[in-house]
Every structure is written in structure tokens, then in C-alpha cells.
């Protein structure tokens, strides 16, 4: 039996282990891939306080997994593929391989990035086609590469994918953008970068690989292409809440679990933090905030039962 059992592995679910297991609580943590989550995938982490050094997104992951386990939590790499009786005082996720019964339960499934939903997408998803520029775009060293977005990811992956790229171009599908000025400013002073606003994807195309992306103008209706080895795909996420709804948790329109001030769901005993609630800001510093205020709440729903 656990005091409480943390969903997910991000930022937000190893911030409320080491919370959770500081506190003196038997802690496990179920993360179905490795941690990090969407941390893990940031080339360079500058805005986390007291990490002036702009370390990767891995490394500062790793920190916090050596963190988490410091105070004695416990933590398994298995998917909850559901959660039985969850409005009893126990309650129980079950995995594949195992059910693990719990007094508490801190969901912190994170989200995935969105897809285009775009003729050619599916079919060069892994050829040239990506979501991660970290993550794959050291295999276009010297090539063209595309990136579509115009908030902070799409421009973080723009600058890291124009220090080895032959030229980046980015896609913007209005002359607005969501991103924080001080990247927009290191984007639009970057030589290697060239951006288009107004214009959005239709299209992949290639024999086995990416060859081209065509777009649109969306004041002018022009068609174009432009010649590329890669595009990578940044214009949000979609929460990872599919656990969430099956068990009946209240959420918003956009499937983001909806949750109280001390990160309380709609089910006593189940409290949400990071990227799959509803926030104003998803970063890594506000998820590790919310895995602290999670992990507080469900200690002390436990101290007073």
C-alpha cells in the first residue's frame, strides 16, 4: 500500500516525489517512457531559477530525477492503464503487470505535441517529418529544415536547429506571435533564419523522405514550396488525459483536467499538476511549482483523514 502514487515523470510529477517522499510518505511513481517529459526535449533551459548556466533540457532532468529519488521514492516504468474505485479512500492504478493500491493520487501525464493533420504528415512521420528538434534534428546537419509554430518552442527549436542546418526556415500563420519577445528578437537577428508570417502548412511531400513543404498564404492565398530535409512541427500540445476522463475527472473544453487552488480535482484524494491541468503558463518552472502544491495538498488530505 502507498500513501500516494504520482502519474507521469516530468517535471511536475518528479518535483511532487520529492515532495511527496520528503514528507515522509511511501511514494511510487509510474512513468511509462523515461523522465523529463516535454523538459527533456528543450535544447537550452534558461529561465529556471538559480540554472544560469542554460543547461539542456536533459540535464536538468536528470537532476531531478536524482533528486526525487533522493528522499526514498520509488519509481517504475509501467503505463496506468486505469484506476479502479477512485473515489474510495483506496484506490488502486493498474498497469500491464501490476496494480498498486494508494490513499492518494497525483495525475501528472503531461501532453503531447499536436499534429498538422496534414496530407503527408502520418506517412513522413520519422522521415524528415518531426516534433522534436532536440531530439532529431542533429540528423540534418548541413540541410534545410522547416519548423511550424510561432510561440516559444518553435522558436527555441528554430535557433537550436540554425547552429547546424544549412538554413531554417520558419512558418508563422500570422504576424502575431505567441513566443516571449526576448526569442522572437534572438529568431529575427539569427542570419540562418528566415520567417514567413501568414502562412501555414498543406502538405508533406517525398519519395521515402521529406523533399518538400508546401504552404499557403493566408491573406494572399499564394502557393508556394520550399525545398527541405525536415519540418518540425511546434504549435502546442494535447493533454495526456485520457485517464483523467475515464474516471470521470471534470476538465475543460480542450480536455485539460480542471482543478482547485491547491490542485484538487473534481475526486477527493486526486489532485493534477503540470501540463495535463488547466494553467495560464506551462513551463518547467511552473510544473515543478505545481508538483510542490500537489504533493502538499494530498500530504495534508492524508494527515487530516
Known amino acids: 500500500m502507498y500513501d500516494i502514487i504520482i502519474i507521469g515523470g516530468g517535471a511536475a510529477g518528479m518535483s511532487a516525489a520529492i515532495y511527496a517522499s520528503r514528507g515522509g510518505m ?32 536533459e540535464e536538468l532532468s536528470a537532476a531531478f530525477e536524482k533528486h526525487a529519488m533522493k528522499f526514498g521514492a520509488e519509481r517504475v516504468f509501467e503505463t496506468a492503464r486505469e484506476i ?18 494508494t490513499r492518494a493520487i ?26 522534436c528538434a532536440t531530439c532529431d534534428g542533429a540528423f540534418f546537419r548541413d540541410k534545410d529544415a522547416v519548423v511550424i509554430g510561432g510561440g516559444n518552442t518553435a522558436c527555441e ?19 502575431r506571435f505567441k513566443a516571449q519577445k526576448t526569442l522572437l528578437d534572438k529568431v529575427f537577428a539569427d542570419k540562418r533564419i528566415t520567417v514567413y508570417t501568414d ?15 508546401y504552404a499557403k498564404n493566408t491573406e494572399t492565398s499564394a502557393r508556394g514550396f520550399i525545398n527541405a530535409s525536415a519540418a518540425f512541427i511546434a504549435i502546442g500540445i494535447t493533454p495526456d488525459t485520457g485517464l483523467a476522463k475515464q474516471i470521470g475527472l471534470e476538465t475543460c473544453e480542450r480536455g485539460f483536467i480542471k482543478t482547485d487552488m491547491y490542485l ?10 503540470g501540463d495535463a491541468r488547466v494553467s495560464p503558463l506551462r513551463q518547467i518552472v ?20
Open 264 to 273: 484538487k480535482t473534481s475526486i477527493d484524494g486526486i489532485y493534477a499538476a
Open 286 to 305: 511552473t510544473a515543478a511549482a505545481d508538483g510542490a502544491v500537489a504533493a502538499n495538498s494530498a500530504i495534508n488530505y492524508l494527515n487530516n483523514r
Open 157 to 175: 527549436d528554430a535557433l537550436y536547429l540554425s547552429g547546424f542546418c544549412k538554413n531554417v526556415y520558419m512558418l508563422n500563420r500570422s504576424k
Open 26 to 57: 511511501k511514494t511510487l511513481m509510474l512513468e511509462k517512457t523515461a523522465c523529463g517529459g516535454q523538459a527533456v526535449r528543450t535544447y537550452e533551459v534558461d529561465n529556471y531559477p538559480g540554472f544560469f548556466n542554460a543547461p539542456t533540457g
Open 106 to 131: 497525483i495525475i501528472a501525464s503531461g501532453a503531447e505535441p499536436r499534429h498538422l493533420g496534414i496530407p503527408g504528415e502520418n506517412e513522413l512521420a520519422g522521415a524528415g517529418v518531426s516534433y
Open 84 to 101: 479502479k474505485n477512485p473515489a474510495s479512500p483506496v484506490k488502486t492504478v493498474v498497469t500491464r503487470k501490476n496494480a498498486y493500491d
Open 199 to 213: 502562412m501555414i502548412a498543406e502538405r508533406f511531400e517525398g519519395n521515402g523522405k521529406l523533399e518538400r513543404v
